[in-house]
């Protein structure tokens, strides 16, 4: 296509001339001095061979034909500079969009964090969280890189990673297990406040199945949004909490909590980072998984995790890192 362009630098000192209606704006606007303007706007009426001003000693007009020019113009550049913004983003890297579980977040990603920054201080990392789980399509729509949930590592058109399972043990405080009623047989929890979370109703009620519990009902229970305050009010020593061993064992390790009971239930569930499979062509994403299974690996050894069904819990000291 043969295009029969003016001098760029022309065109941008008449443009802004032209929607100012002045030389000494438009100079100001591009960095330049009026007479450089003045220069350009005459280059381009050569080239054109039409005044674009009408010029008097006190007075700068401009003609319906050079305003209609000029709006042209301005159109023709806020869309090259859109463009130009546009190209310039796709190839700047995007930070990785990772979605979470609130208390997984709080509890075993966030401390981890600070080592995948070490590793590599550029690499940007949007977390994001919820209370409920997120339906694995919104991966597809583009806004979520990697989803880190609850489940049996079954999604279709996803790829599962197991990072931590989600066996269950009653939890308090050091001081409520040593001042109240004996924990004997898992029904003695009748006589205990339990503590739910929101988010996870029905722990409980599978913990307590498992464990033969036929004789307690939650009369006696607190209810909190989330599973990390159900654990802030165990610990705290208002009643006993339904825990998930991956998001407690640390708080257990370090005395802030300790097991009511030794029997632990496996349901089934882990907790997997999860990824469409077209997504193993991105390299941010693989770093940031294979990170995150290795600090997978090393806190399954420090535990001697995955916990068998129906085990019971010994926790070892750890070993130096």
Request: charged residues 25%.
């Amino acid at each position: 296509m043969a295009w029969r362009l003016p001098p760029l630098n022309a065109l941008r000192a008449f443009e802004a001339a032209g929607r100012h209606v002045s030389f000494t704006r438009a100079a100001e606007e591009l960095h330049v001095t009026p007479g450089a303007v003045s220069r350009q706007i005459k280059l381009l009426e050569d080239f054109l061979g039409v005044e674009l001003f009408d010029r008097t000693n006190r007075d700068l007009r401009i003609s319906e034909a050079s305003r209609a020019y000029v709006a042209a113009l301005t159109d023709v550049f806020d869309r090259t500079d859109g463009a130009t913004k546009r190209l310039l983003n796709a190839h700047k890297e995007q930070p990785l969009h990772v979605h979470c579980a609130m208390t997984f977040a709080l509890r075993w990603l966030m401390p981890r964090l600070p080592l995948f920054h070490k590793l590599d201080p550029t690499r940007e990392i949007q977390l994001t969280t919820s209370f409920t789980p997120m339906p694995a399509s919104i991966l597809g729509a583009g806004d979520v890189d990697i989803s880190i949930q609850l489940g049996r590592g079954d999604w279709s058109g996803l790829i599962a990673h197991r990072i931590a399972g989600g066996e269950l043990v009653p939890v308090c405080s050091p001081q409520l297990l040593a001042t109240s009623p004996a924990l004997r047989h898992a029904n003695d929890l009748s006589r205990h406040t339990l503590l739910h979370s929101l988010a996870r109703p029905d722990d409980w009620r599978d913990w307590l199945a498992a464990a033969g519990a036929d004789a307690v009902d939650a009369g006696h229970s607190l209810r909190f949004e989330s599973s990390s305050l159900a654990y802030q009010a165990a610990i705290d020593g208002i009643g006993i909490a339904i825990g998930q061993m991956a998001l407690v064992v640390e708080d257990i390790e370090l005395g802030r909590l300790v097991p009511a009971f030794d029997f632990v239930f496996q349901n089934g569930n882990a907790y997997y980072l999860t990824y469409l499979e077209r997504a193993e062509k991105n390299p941010r994403l693989m770093a940031f998984r294979d990170w995150i299974l290795g600090e997978a690996g090393r806190y399954a050894r420090k535990y001697k995790f995955p916990i068998e069904r129906g085990a019971t819990f010994d926790l070892i000291p750890p070993p130096p890192r």
